[in-house]
């Protein structure tokens, strides 16, 4: 007979089990904040909770930028009127968009490489092409210079025995 699967009914792995998993190294949560942690799974918790890549909000009143835990005292010291953290925000975001329009222009210039690559391939077939076609010219027009001379040669042959 089947059971639902719930919380309840869910039985505790074994406990070598649970200790290989908690010997696991893994990334901290806030790598992509610039954390170059690897952490054993059993220590991630009490990691995470004292990690400096944290995101945190500036405390500076106006201001609510979010930055990395360990950066906050020094924002918060530097910028402690935080008059510019509004200009600061519009300049993040004006640059975000900038950069998005520059990755939009390198998708652009890559998808029109990846066009010309297309396109220079189909060139040197042609190329190759009309040099077979050009080759083949060439032996066709030696063997009509052979048959040429052939018949100039029988030709000859034929006025000769004619004055006979």
Known sequence: MREHLTPETLKDPPRFLKNTLT??????????????????LGNLQNHVER????????????????????????HERELRQCHDCKDI????????????????KQDDIKKSQSEMKVQNEEIERKQDEMKKNNDEIKHSQAQMKVELDEMKIKSLEWKENKKK
């Open 89 to 104: 925000k519009e300049s993040q975001a004006e640059m975000k968009v900038k950069i998005d329009e520059m990755e939009i």
């Open 51 to 74: 990690c400096g890549f944290a995101p945190v909000i500036c405390g500076n009143e106006g201001c609510g930028m979010v930055v990395n835990k360990s950066d906050k005292e020094i």
């Open 23 to 40: 010997e696991l190294k893994i990334k901290c949560d806030y790598n992509d904040r610039g954390c170059p942690g690897y952490v054993q």
